[in-house]
């Protein structure tokens, strides 16, 4: 009798083991999701954590299905992340559903979450970062990498790399004009140049662009790279004046080449081409890549970008990044604010833009084996965000569009590899 009941436990056991590791979850992203931000973060993590998931492309707002597995519901409701349980049938009929022919969505399976970087210096600066503030609220670590990570060598330890609010032609974000006085401009000055002179480099604007040649490698290489504001143009331009002072006197002790302009190389650069710099030192911008606020003539209750609509299993990686629950997104300014959509070459795929007003938003291509995703515009919950302003608090924006594209980016890389239909 004793033995039988043994027996009996233990095929419980079992039996309920069974029906345990057949439970599906589902984590909708659509307007019924409670906090779309912290969703990314779950499902990151539960590949973190070596378990596998599947991205529904186009169902329900880009949703998430995982098997029920390393306590997945529990940390969803201590996230307040709506999801729904469901049986192994339930799961295979929405899969059914979604792969069908007769629907624009597509199933993507996400394998192994990428190892990311931030390239972000040490010390505090008067502005935040939209991609730090939302890796750490959707609880997703991240290693902080600068200059001279970069240059030795340690960006291939990492699959995924952000670039930090950025001046990559070594101008300090040309706030010489506004804020050369301010002694958190004076201490970032002092800490780059002497950098650079342990570097070997002769300034910081050559240092800066040797880093920019170097993250381009990395690129080459199959790395992942995603820019916002400043990060972006200046990114480019830094490739295009390899071996050109472009430069002032004020940022690095000697004038900027009379010709300059002339002696860009467009065929370097990722994203833009057939730019003018803008050598004017007291001039907040680099280049007229950038839509300035002054030419942003629209109200902000007005000011929206939309989202192009992909093809989900003809275009599988766009159709990764657009993923969202509104197809329009509210507009929001940077240093670097838009792209004028004359000077994105046409390799590039445009992801999002304003429309009537040629002006890009939100854009993706491919270098070597890897990729870039370019957004402009500096914290997509803040429309005019300037120095000293206060660091956004996502728990007042869980579900907010703009973010979410931020945070579609940390898992394209965990996406399994698939060649594109023909």
């Known amino acids: 009798m004793f033995k039988r009941s043994i027996i009996i436990a233990l095929f419980s056991i079992i039996s309920l083991s069974s029906l345990h590791a057949q439970q599906h979850v589902l984590i909708p992203m659509d307007a019924s999701q409670t906090n779309h931000l912290k969703a990314y973060g779950v499902i990151f993590n539960h590949l973190v954590d070596g378990h596998t998931g599947q991205w529904l492309l186009n169902y329900r707002g880009g949703s998430f299905l995982a098997q029920v597995e390393n306590d997945i519901i529990r940390k969803s409701r201590l996230r307040n992340v709506s999801m729904k349980t469901m049986s192994a049938s339930q799961a295979q009929q929405i899969v059914a559903q979604v792969e069908s022919n007769s629907s624009n969505t597509a199933v993507i399976n996400l394998e192994k979450a990428p190892e990311i970087a931030v390239y972000t210096p040490d010390q505090a600066l008067p502005w935040d970062d939209a991609v730090t503030l939302a890796l750490t609220y959707a609880e997703v670590e991240y290693d902080k990498i600068w200059d001279v990570e970069v240059l030795e060598g340690k960006l291939d330890e990492y699959d995924w790399l952000h670039l930090h609010h950025e001046d990559f032609t070594g101008q300090y974000g040309k706030f010489w004009y506004r804020y050369r006085n301010m002694p958190w401009y004076i201490d970032q000055v002092k800490q780059m140049e002497a950098m650079a002179d342990e570097l070997g480099f002769s300034s910081v604007s050559e240092q ?67 730019f003018e710099i803008k050598l004017n030192p007291s001039e907040y911008e680099h280049a007229n890549i950038d839509v300035s606020p002054s030419l942003n003539q629209v109200d902000q209750s007005l000011d929206f970008f939309t989202l192009f609509d992909f093809s989900a299993k003809w275009d599988p990686v766009p159709t990764m990044l657009t993923q969202n629950h509104v197809s329009s997104v509210r507009g929001f300014y940077g240093q670097t604010t838009a792209f004028h959509k004359d000077k994105v070459k046409s390799s590039v795929v445009i992801l999002g833009e304003s429309p009537g007003r040629e002006q890009v938003k939100y854009l993706h291509g491919n270098y070597g084996q890897g990729t870039f995703t370019f957004y402009a515009g500096h914290d997509p919950e803040d429309y005019t965000h300037r120095v000293n302003d206060p660091p956004t608090d996502l728990e007042l924006h869980p579900n907010s569009p703009g973010y979410r594209l931020i945070l579609n980016n940390i898992l394209f890389p965990a996406a399994e590899k698939k060649k594109k239909k023909t």
Do not use: H, W
Not at 208 to 218: D, G, L
Not at 226 to 237: W, Y
Not at 240 to 269: C, H, M, R, W, Y
């Open 208 to 274: 800066k662009k040797e880093v920019a040649r170097t993250i381009k490698r990395y690129v080459g290489n199959g790395g992942f790279l995603f820019a916002m504001c400043s990060g972006t143009d200046t990114f480019d331009i830094a490739l295009a004046a390899e071996g050109v002072d472009i430069a002032p006197e004020q940022f690095d002790g000697d004038p900027a080449d009379p010709n300059a302009q002339e002696k860009l190389d467009f065929s370097k650069t990722f994203a833009f081409e057939d």
